[in-house]
């Protein structure tokens, strides 16, 4: 069977109102969590590798974002919801995302290409902790609800919003785990509460999952507007700047090829 054959038989198997079955809702709910449980554990286990390459690994998660808030996100919210409206909304969750991050929640940089066991715990390093925390808390319920809008709006959706979730988990638990460390939390500790904020993404993938199956065309729209502002901003804003923070060739290769894998998927399913 051909690719495309492959997912029209997964959207006609979703019912009539085209949203994806809950058993791949489920399934998706646990692969968000292990994105980020692999960012732990690649950083316990090859933590001077993990380190080191965490610039290529943000890159290529940023191309992904970028370009499935662009070719996959914006377009299915516009036809829901009108293009005005659905840039709207998309402009809004941009704008809210910066002023959170610029004025309440510091943001959590990977940068660094030594060891994190050589980053200093000092005093004015311990308060991020808890911010940190509350900001990644925010940020795996916004990915949660991300993807379950995207699974009711239906199953290619939803594969896609699930895909761009992953993708950019592995970098965020490396990047947690960099700064919970810098800011003086012991390496296991740290381990079990970027584990815990994992399981946050898939039980938020849930609920709102069953919660938005026949919501209205409307709303599912601005839903899906405000999860590709989000999106654009986590990977234009956020991890972008990040993955050329040391304007090597290949973190832009890694960005560029993120972008292709969007680009063929869109293109593949029409």
């Known amino acids: 069977m051909s690719f495309d054959g492959t997912l ?6 979703a019912g009539s109102n085209g949203a994806a079955p809950p ?4 399934g998706f709910a646990l692969l968000t969590a292990l ?3 692999v960012g732990v554990w690649t ?11 965490t610039g290529e690994l943000i890159a290529f998660a940023a191309g992904l974002l970028v370009c499935g808030a662009l070719l996959h996100l914006l377009p299915r919210a516009v036809d829901l919801v009108g293009a005005e409206m659905g840039l709207v909304w998309a402009l809004v969750a941009f704008i809210v995302f910066y002023l959170v991050e610029a004025h309440f929640i510091p943001h959590v940089h990977a940068r660094g290409e030594s060891p994190l066991d050589e980053h200093p715990h000092d005093h004015d390093t311990q308060a991020v902790g808890p911010l940190v925390v509350v900001g990644l808390a925010i940020h795996s319920i916004v990915d949660g609800v991300s993807v379950g809008a995207g699974l009711t709006a239906g199953a290619l959706l939803g594969s896609v919003t699930a895909t761009l979730v992953i993708a950019h988990k592995l970098p965020v638990g490396i990047a947690a785990m960099s700064a919970l460390y810098h800011s003086g939390v012991p390496g296991q500790r740290a381990a079990l509460v970027t584990a815990v904020l994992a399981m946050v993404t898939p039980l938020a993938v849930l609920v709102s999952y069953f919660t938005f199956r026949g919501i209205s065309n409307e709303l599912l729209g601005i839903l899906l507007s405000l999860a590709g502002g989000s999106f654009l901003y986590i990977g234009a804003a956020d991890l972008l700047p990040e993955g050329q923070a040391h304007g090597r060739p290949i973190n832009t290769m890694m960005f560029l090829l993120g972008s292709l894998v969007m680009v063929a998927i869109k293109f593949a399913t029409h």
């Open 43 to 53: 950083v316990r286990r090859f933590e001077p590798w993990a380190v080191r390459h």
């Open 8 to 13: 029209h038989l997964i959207v006609v198997q």
């Open 23 to 26: 058993a791949a809702a489920i």
């Open 35 to 37: 994105g980020m449980l």
